[in-house]
């Protein structure tokens, strides 16, 4: 998936995955979506996911409500950290965000 953001082009492609997640409603639900975390070469965050019409990546129709997407999110380092402390377990994320995570 590729998509240009405020001048800054995202690639799923070229970009490392750190992991993947998503919600717990099934695939017919319209809550329903999964998403992957991605890093890119310059070390800028974003999530690549689709979803049902009410979630993040629910989109207007042709004739009015909305239906599913897919799409691109950017997102900030501490939003990236957040997102894979819900999704993810430690020792999959730990490696990006050595700086943020410290000793309790």
């Keep these: 998936m590729k998509q240009i953001i405020e001048g800054r082009r995202y690639n ?12 717990k409603a099934y695939r017919g639900d319209f809550h329903y979506y999964s998403e992957s975390l991605y890093k890119t070469p310059r070390g800028n965050y ?9 979630s993040r990546y629910g989109r207007p129709a042709y004739g009015g409500g909305t239906c599913g997407g897919e799409g691109i999110i950017p997102v900030s380092k501490e939003d990236a950290l957040s997102w894979c402390e819900e999704h993810l377990d430690p020792e999959d994320y730990s490696e990006f965000f050595e700086d943020l995570i410290e000793d309790a």
């Design 46 to 54: 974003f999530l690549a996911g689709e979803g049902g019409p009410l």
């Design 12 to 23: 799923t492609e070229t970009a490392e995955r750190v992991g993947s997640g998503g919600g």
